[in-house]
């Protein structure tokens, strides 16, 4: 009797063979999925070209130190470096200049002979209570003093006036009186000749109940103290 053919037949060999073939398939896949993501590769594009993957939050956030201001990263690492501060200057500080010597003074009785220079005297040698009259612009007539002032040149030479301003002031705040030109307003000469008196009359404005302290100021300039003469006018 012939032996008789296996009922299992070839069928179990083809599928291990299948099986066999399938898992190589599989593997090949793996392979070429995971060498499809290595580094600085994405996944394949539709076209086949690799799509480079986008970087992680978490790594851009250590390169950059986090998300916050970028001033607090260069505070977290440090000083860059500090200014170096200026110098201090070694030039002395600007001086204010030196402000002109004052003018002396001498004050003298109304009524006294006072001495500008060697030879060379002035005096009040009258004065008197006048209505001043309103001639020239800004001019306010009314109450007034009409002063005349001497000035007698003793010396050889020219003496120079043309420099010499007569003032005067009245009452306990020395108020400055305003000056008028009538009546008999004369100023001082430009110059006194050796031997020579110049004259000249000035008028003030001054109240009647402010004449109890009277002062003419005498400034001629060229030579001597400003002279003042104090005193009680009359009203």
């Given at each position: 009797?012939?032996?008789?053919?296996?009922?299992?037949?070839?069928?179990?060999?083809r599928?291990?063979?299948?099986?066999?073939?399938?898992?190589?398939?599989?593997v090949?896949?793996?392979?070429?999925?995971?060498?499809?993501?290595?580094?600085?590769?994405?996944?394949?594009?539709?076209d086949g070209?690799?799509?480079p993957?986008?970087?992680?939050?978490?790594?851009?956030?250590?390169?950059?130190?986090?998300?916050?201001?970028?001033?607090?990263?260069?505070a977290?690492?440090g000083?860059?470096?500090?200014?170096?501060?200026s110098?201090?200057?070694d030039?002395p500080?600007a001086?204010?200049?030196?402000?002109?010597d004052a003018?002396?003074?001498a004050?003298?009785?109304?009524?006294?002979v006072?001495?500008?220079?060697?030879?060379?005297?002035?005096?009040v040698?009258a004065?008197?209570?006048?209505?001043?009259?309103?001639?020239?612009?800004?001019?306010?007539?009314?109450?007034?003093?009409?002063v005349?002032?001497?000035?007698v040149?003793?010396?050889?030479?020219?003496?120079?006036l043309?420099?010499?301003?007569v003032?005067?002031?009245?009452?306990?705040?020395?108020?400055?009186?305003?000056a008028?030109?009538?009546?008999?307003?004369?100023?001082?000469?430009?110059?006194?000749?050796?031997?020579?008196?110049a004259?000249g009359?000035?008028?003030?404005?001054?109240?009647?109940?402010?004449?109890?302290?009277v002062?003419?100021?005498?400034d001629?300039?060229?030579?001597?103290?400003?002279?003042?003469?104090?005193?009680?006018?009359?009203?």
């Amino acid at each position: 009797m012939s032996e008789g053919v296996s009922a299992a037949g070839p069928g179990p060999v083809r599928v291990r063979w299948w099986l066999a073939a399938l898992a190589l398939v599989v593997v090949a896949v793996v392979v070429a999925v995971a060498l499809g993501r290595g580094p600085g590769g994405g996944a394949p594009g539709a076209d086949g070209s690799r799509v480079p993957s986008a970087p992680s939050t978490g790594s851009a956030a250590g390169a950059t130190g986090g998300t916050g201001d970028p001033s607090d990263a260069g505070a977290a690492a440090g000083p860059t470096g500090v200014a170096p501060a200026s110098p201090a200057s070694d030039a002395p500080a600007a001086q204010d200049p030196a402000e002109p010597d004052a003018v002396p003074t001498a004050t003298v009785a109304v009524d006294a002979v006072a001495q500008l220079a060697e030879a060379v005297t002035a005096r009040v040698s009258a004065w008197e209570a006048v209505t001043g009259e309103a001639v020239q612009p800004g001019e306010v007539g009314g109450p007034a003093l009409r002063v005349t002032v001497e000035v007698v040149n003793g010396t050889p030479a020219a003496l120079d006036l043309r420099g010499a301003v007569v003032n005067l002031y009245h009452g306990p705040q020395a108020t400055p009186a305003v000056a008028l030109t009538q009546p008999g307003g004369s100023p001082l000469p430009a110059g006194v000749e050796p031997g020579a008196t110049a004259t000249g009359t000035f008028v003030f404005a001054v109240p009647p109940a402010d004449r109890d302290d009277v002062r003419v100021e005498l400034d001629a300039r060229a030579v001597g103290p400003v002279l003042v003469f104090t005193g009680s006018a009359p009203r």
